[in-house]
């Protein structure tokens, strides 16, 4: 794993890269901090970028116009970070009378990293500054959720490298720290020691999107869902053992769950919309989970399903409508006009904004699964093709909604 770059909640924390080429005598030079990770600085600034020059000049995340000593702080240096390759995993056997036990369910519990790093200066007070900046971009806002960070697996080469090493964790906050571990002055310049622990209550690592679908993918058509198919009952084989003519008693009764009060109960007309993912297009070696934006444009939009079917063959996606088929399904009754879904299978939240996008005006919408039921997120862990179908009552409906889905890996360790 790299340790050269860590982004928290879209700011930058460590970058060795910038430090490289702050320090006095550059890369090599008698005050460097080393050459580790040749061609970080372009995976992450971009192909076109020119080059790091000075923190004013570039305007470094710590710069502070009202803090003088703010210019002479070089920046953060990622030495080494434990918690990335260690599985989450565990089980909780209950042990049988008759020996033995029963293994239980595996469960992932959160994910601890540690990193070690070294803050670089020019002076002794802008080594004071950049401490008391780091610490303050670590606690970040007091949010029971934690944000997001971005780091790289491997030491990318390049821009299109970059873009396939980063990985991305969520509801990540401050643990422990950051403690100072030692300071010492070398070359003209100071160098401080120090450690921190990053808790994520989300404990797998994610890729950017490896699969991005928008309008132009999907092919549209109208038609007509039929009362009865909206609250079919799926059919499941029994086990072969059960003697038709003597059934099993029945089980003692579930407790109610909630559902969609707004559940349709009659048939309506539907614009569809289905995309394609081809077999080999989903990746084998980890899970996928989906992120799925939908706009409404200039009208509300009622009864949205999405719903996810394995196609394995490649069969044509039109003859998927049967809902006892799907893999994976979310149901919402109503969005508001101007709004943006977005159903997010990585921190497993749903976001309505009913500012169009800009984020001014938030709220967390519940979604169901089938007939208006209990919905559970979609993990997609043994398909290697799809079919992902959206409907939603045409009738009052815009003709501008806009469907976007993201395919998003996700890992265990690193």
């Known amino acids: 794993m790299d340790t050269n770059w860590l982004v928290l909640g879209g700011a930058e924390v460590v970058n060795t890269a910038r430090v490289q080429a702050y320090t006095l005598g550059g890369c090599g030079g008698g005050a460097s901090v080393g050459c580790a990770c040749p061609g970080l600085d372009q995976a992450i600034e971009g192909v076109d970028f020119a080059g790091y020059v000075d923190p004013e000049t570039d305007q470094a995340p ?31 056997p209950t042990e049988l ?8 369910n595996l469960r992932h519990s959160h994910r601890e990293v540690t990193y070690k790093v070294t803050l670089v200066a020019s002076s002794e007070a802008g080594l004071s500054y950049g401490a008391a900046w780091l610490a303050s971009q670590l606690e970040g806002e007091d949010d029971c959720w934690g944000t997001s960070a971005c780091l790289f697996a491997w030491c990318p080469t390049g821009e299109e ?18 403690d100072q571990i030692q300071i010492r002055r070398a070359g003209g310049a100071w160098y401080q020691e120090t450690d921190f622990t990053l808790a994520a209550g989300n404990p ?43 059934p099993p008693p029945p089980l ?5 769950q909630p559902v969609d009060p707004c559940w349709p109960m009659t048939g309506f007309q539907a614009q569809r919309t289905v ?75 749903t976001i309505l904004d009913c500012s ?23 993990v997609i862990s043994c ?6 179908e959206v409907l939603w009552e045409r009738a009052g409906a815009s003709e501008h909604v806009r469907v976007e889905i993201d395919m998003v890996a996700r890992q265990a360790v690193m």
């Open 62 to 92: 710590w710069i502070d116009p009202a803090v003088p000593e703010s210019a002479e702080f070089l920046g953060v240096v990622g030495l080494e970070s434990t918690g990335l390759g260690k599985g989450t995993g565990t089980r909780t």
């Open 97 to 104: 009378a008759v020996g033995g036990a029963n293994i239980g």
């Open 161 to 178: 490298e970059g873009d396939r090493a980063v990985r991305h964790l969520y509801d990540v906050g401050l643990l422990e720290g950051p």
């Open 204 to 246: 797998w690592l994610y890729t950017d999107p490896y699969v991005r679908l928008g309008p132009a993918d999907g092919r549209r058509s109208v038609v007509r869902v039929p009362a009865g198919g909206l609250t079919a009952v799926c059919e499941n084989e029994g086990p072969c053992r059960t003697d038709p003519d003597c």
């Open 252 to 256: 003692p009764p579930l407790p109610p």
């Open 275 to 349: 995309f394609s993912i081809p077999p080999g297009g989903v990746a084998m070696a980890y899970d996928t989970v989906p992120v799925v934006r939908v706009m409404t444009g200039d009208s509300p939009l009622r009864r949205l399903s999405v719903r996810f079917y394995n196609n394995p063959t490649g069969s044509d996606c039109d003859r998927f409508l049967d809902r006892c088929l799907a893999c994976g399904e979310a149901n919402i009754a109503y969005l508001p006009a101007g709004s943006q879904l977005t159903l997010d299978g990585r921190r497993q939240r």
């Open 356 to 378: 169009g996008g800009r984020g001014l005006a938030l709220s967390e919408p519940v979604p169901f699964g089938p007939n208006g039921g209990l919905f559970s997120w979609p």
């Open 383 to 388: 398909a290697n093709g799809l079919c992902i």
